[in-house]
């Protein structure tokens, strides 16, 4: 395990449902972060947290909805999905928001959306 | 915000051969610039990174070289091993909405052929 864990590993789901993904990091990182990954596309930065504030959400869907309850766990609230929305979900930390630290990746929940 | 451009998208070698791969960003306020390897079906993980101030950082096998006045770096692997073989991304941080962050190049998938 690299720190970062994330739950489930994979998920289908329907597009009337509600899921929520789950990551944990036990790294005492400060920063925590939602990426998506598609098939042939790069990888899609969502939403950002420092110090459980939000600090950045990159025009993502209402239908994505994140929830950072202290600074080890973030989750990422799912309901009425379109299929499109199916792909890889990414959770990152990093030590902090600001300054050089690279991000550790957890290792993903393959979603999808029938 | 930051555009990020990464090339070859595919690039096969002959085992023991040299592989290099170049990333143009467009923030010349970015000052952190890490390459990220993600094998088939796995995280991506962190290989190496260089700050702004260094001009070359070496590692084994694996090397970055970064030309800031140009607004490129580039990721070497010397004497390729078929474990090489795996998509590798970009990722300058400069600035995006409120806050620095890491911008992924479209990756590189590299085929280490034996």
């Known amino acids: 395990e690299t720190g970062v864990t994330q739950t489930p590993r994979h998920l289908v789901m329907g597009m009337t449902n509600k899921k929520s993904l789950k990551c944990e990091q036990h790294l005492g990182h400060n920063a925590m972060y939602w990426y998506k990954q598609s098939a042939k596309k790069p990888l899609e930065l969502m939403f950002v947290?420092?110090?459980?504030?939000?600090?950045e959400n990159n025009s993502v869907p209402s239908r994505f909805s994140p929830e950072c309850p202290n600074s080890s766990h973030l989750f990422l609230h799912l309901h009425t999905l379109q299929p499109e929305d199916s792909a890889l979900y990414l959770c990152a930390s990093s030590q902090a928001l600001q300054g050089d630290y690279g991000y550790t990746f957890g290792s993903g929940t393959r979603l999808t959306v029938v | 915000g930051e555009n990020v451009e990464q090339h070859p998208s595919t690039l096969s070698v002959q085992e023991g051969d040299s592989a290099v791969i170049k990333c143009t960003y467009s923030d010349s306020a970015s000052n952190y610039f890490p390459w990220y390897k993600q094998e088939l079906g796995k995280r991506p993980q962190l290989i190496i990174d260089?700050?702004?101030?260094?001009g070359e950082k070496k590692d084994q096998r694996i090397a970055v070289t970064l030309n800031k006045t140009a607004k490129h770096f580039s990721l070497h692997i010397t004497e390729t091993q078929p474990e090489d073989s795996a998509v590798y991304f970009c990722a300058p941080k400069g600035v995006r909405g409120s806050a620095r962050q890491l911008t992924f190049g479209s990756g590189t998938q590299l085929t280490v052929l034996p």
């Open positions: 260089i700050r702004s101030n260094v």
């Open positions: 947290y420092s110090l459980e504030e939000r600090v």
